[in-house]
């Protein structure tokens, strides 16, 4: 029997009526008109499939199954209707059958690519990262202005680590969709992985300005102002994401563990992990679950302590607060040094961490160590410590680098202000392992326990802490975030530290003893090194010391270490010079400072008025003379030479008429290298009004150096860009001043 015609009409109209509100986003008003469609015409697929829509967006997913169930009932050809279930089912966490049925929607559409990009959700949340990836590309390939397919495939190149790969997929999402917000915040997450927490916050940012009410955004930016240790704007934006959603258990987890890092409000912090374990026990986190009850055991140890009635005890702790707090932040940024980090890799490159050597006191006070440090090189990819001395360490994080970048160490000789921080990278090797095992925060993902939590999902919660520690120490024996350093020292170094070697004997370090002649191919990472013989009494002779040659592409750098001039040496430089003349080659030159005895020179005498332990002025001129470098960096001078290292090297310049560059090795002096030459990486512009420096690769012929006397440190800058010394002065005294406030 056919309907009569004004039925016809009114369901028609109902259901256009109903198209309308859904476009407004007026789903009660919309949900009316279907089902006020449907009750005229229960044969009408459209409108059960609209009321699906509509369930699936208000969170009731078994209405929206039933609506969908009997739309693929009335249209069992319909891929777009078996795609729209799948959500549903997805949504559900059903994930057997949300693949059943995009497999269903692709098997009656070929391209249909929503079905691909959901099922490559599926995957994803399933782990199976490469079927997911598959199935996103595939979606790609249909549809190639298809946004949330770029999102997904992003999300999986971040779990994968594989960050370059993701914010290439998130910057083309975004090119697609400039208004989507979820794009923005997906990149603002990978710069967050990448360390580089001014990036992702101005991600977040712009998220929250498409999307205001977004509690996700507040609570990754709350995790970046966290990583940069703005710790105020972090918990204003934990508190902003639990006001959008109260229910929502990250931010309680995240502002806890800032008040309980802070120490400023014990009792607040308990009351975050509490609340963040009453919401995480409804989802059954077992991992997290664990881990915040261990942190309320220690804060109500903490409280109990505080509530102690006042001793001399606790008024000691009490009077130094303001000591320990800043020892802690002290600490948190030293922790933060220890940490996976995204290694930036992108060029090669020579950084000098030593200022100049002392007058050599037998016992080294704190002014002349704090002049101490060393050398580092990154090689593709690898990162190589040149002598390691008075704190290297602390220089080394002071130019922003992190622990992980160090794979290889390099020791020359015994002396203290070459081996000073050896001890040092032994033990951060421990902790930084030790780091990647466990941590006590849930949210920390580089740990190989967060690994096998997500692996075992709720069965983890299950095994007792022997049973944990075991499988993660087997996972951390195969784990390629493991850290082993390759240690290569002098006979003389071993000698005086073999005590030190056998108490710290380790897997995280291999030792290899190493004297001059000795070579090493890295052919993995494409380069070379050779030790070269060096004149420098330390501990056992002046026969155990050595130089070093690393070779890479088509440069060569020539590391003299300390060493006076003699016959044999002569002979091998020259031998070398033989080797390099077609290549760059950097010399790295020792000087130590000038003896009396030099001035007594005769050509006759042969090396007999040279400085004897480093190269002095005449040693420095004969290597010159014999290797012709494109450049020689002067280092090591002596304390007394402190003001006068420029006047120096001016003197070399002029005596070689410019053909060979010198310039005086100081803390922060870069070199970047491309395949056969380098450029100094200094100050390009100041800013004049706001007296702010940027920085930029340097042609070597336009360095201009600057001495701040504040310290007597140096500074390179583009002597060919405009630059008035005395604006950079400023500039360098203003952040000389806002450091040691």
């Not at 319909?78 to 059903?94: P, T």
């Not at 155990?544 to 060493?563: A, K, P, Q, W």
Request: hydrophobic residues 30%; aromatic residues 12%; proline residues 2%.
């Amino acid at each position: 029997m056919s309907e009569n015609r004004e039925e016809a009409n009114e369901y028609k109209h109902c259901y256009n009526e109903g198209k309308k509100h859904y476009d407004n986003n007026e789903y009660d008003k919309a949900n009316e008109c279907f089902s006020k469609v449907i009750e005229l015409k229960a044969d009408y697929a459209l409108a059960y499939w609209y009321r699906g829509l509509i369930y699936n967006k208000k969170q009731e997913y078994d209405k929206a199954i039933i609506d969908y169930d009997k739309a693929i009932e009335l249209k069992q050809d319909d891929a777009l209707l078996y795609n729209n279930r799948g959500v549903v089912y997805s949504n559900q966490k059903e994930d057997d059958k949300a693949i059943e049925d995009y497999n269903k929607a692709i098997e009656l559409n070929p391209d249909y690519a929503s079905a691909y990009n959901n099922r490559g959700i599926v995957y994803s949340n399933q782990k199976e990262d490469d079927k997911a990836i598959e199935d996103y590309n595939k979606a790609i390939e249909l549809n190639p202005d298809y946004a949330s397919a770029y999102n997904n495939r992003g999300g999986v190149y971040n779990n994968q680590k594989q960050y370059d790969k993701a914010i290439e997929d998130y910057n083309k999402a975004i090119e697609l969709n400039p208004d989507d917000a979820l794009a923005y915040i997906s990149r603002g997450l990978v710069y967050n992985n990448k360390q580089q927490y001014d990036k992702a916050i101005e991600d977040y940012n712009k998220a929250i300005e498409l999307k205001p009410d977004y509690a996700l955004t507040y609570n990754n930016r709350g995790v970046s102002y966290n990583n940069k240790q703005q710790y105020d704007k972090a918990i204003e934006d934990y508190n902003k994401a639990i006001q959008q959603k109260p229910d929502y258990a990250l931010p309680y987890l995240n502002k806890g563990y800032i008040l309980k890092k802070i120490g400023t409000d014990y009792e607040q912090a308990k009351l975050c992990f509490e609340k963040a374990h009453d919401l995480y026990s409804i989802e059954n986190e077992k991992y997290r679950l664990e881990k915040i009850e261990d942190n309320i055991k220690e804060l109500d140890e903490y409280i109990e302590a505080k509530k102690q009635k006042e001793s001399k005890f606790t008024k000691i702790l009490k009077e130094t607060e303001e000591i320990f707090t800043n020892s802690e932040n002290k600490k948190r940024s030293f922790l933060n040094f220890i940490i996976p980090s995204e290694r930036n890799e992108a060029k090669n490159c020579l950084e000098v961490l030593r200022r100049w050597n002392s007058y050599t006191p037998i016992v080294a006070d704190n002014f002349h160590i704090s002049k101490g440090g060393g050398y580092f090189l990154r090689i593709n990819g690898k990162g190589i410590v040149i002598d390691p001395g008075f704190n290297f360490i602390e220089n080394f994080k002071g130019l922003n680098h992190f622990f992980d970048e160090i794979d290889i160490v390099l020791i020359s000789h015994a002396h203290n202000d070459h081996t000073a921080d050896i001890e040092s990278i032994l033990t951060l090797i421990h902790k930084y392992n030790e780091n990647i095992k466990s941590s006590d925060n849930s949210e920390d993902r580089y740990t190989i326990e967060y690994d096998l939590a997500q692996r075992h999902g709720d069965k983890w919660g299950d095994f007792d802490e022997a049973e944990k520690s075991k499988l993660i120490n087997e996972e951390f024996k195969r784990s390629p975030r493991r850290k082993i350093i390759d240690i290569y020292i002098t006979t003389s170094t071993f000698k005086k530290y073999v005590g030190m070697f056998e108490l710290m004997k380790s897997t995280n370090y291999k030792l290899h003893i190493i004297e001059a002649g000795y070579e090493k191919e890295f052919k993995d990472d494409s380069f070379t090194i050779k030790t070269i013989r060096s004149k420098h009494f330390d501990i056992i002779s002046d026969d155990s010391s050595v130089g070093f040659l690393i070779e890479f592409d088509n440069n060569s750098i020539l590391y003299t270490g300390d060493t006076g001039v003699d016959e044999k040496l002569v002979e091998e430089y020259k031998q070398i010079a033989k080797g390099t003349e077609h290549r760059n080659l950097i010399l790295l030159a020792h000087l130590g400072g000038f003896k009396d005895y030099e001035n007594k020179y005769q050509e006759i005498e042969g090396y007999k008025s040279f400085y004897s332990n480093h190269l002095g002025r005449l040693g420095l001129v004969e290597i010159n003379n014999i290797l012709n470098p494109k450049i020689c960096l002067i280092s090591e001078f002596g304390e007394e030479f402190k003001d006068r290292r420029i006047q120096f090297s001016e003197i070399m310049d002029k005596l070689y008429e410019d053909k060979i560059i010198f310039l005086p090795a100081d803390i922060g002096l870069k070199l970047n290298f491309d395949k056969d030459s380098c450029k100094v990486h200094g100050i390009s512009k100041v800013d004049m009004d706001t007296l702010v420096m940027e920085k930029d690769d340097i042609k070597l012929e336009d360095i201009g150096i600057s001495l701040l006397r504040k310290d007597y440190s140096l500074h390179y800058y583009n002597k060919a860009d405009s630059i008035k010394e005395g604006n950079l002065i400023q500039a360098l005294i203003d952040e000389y001043e806002d450091s040691n406030k």
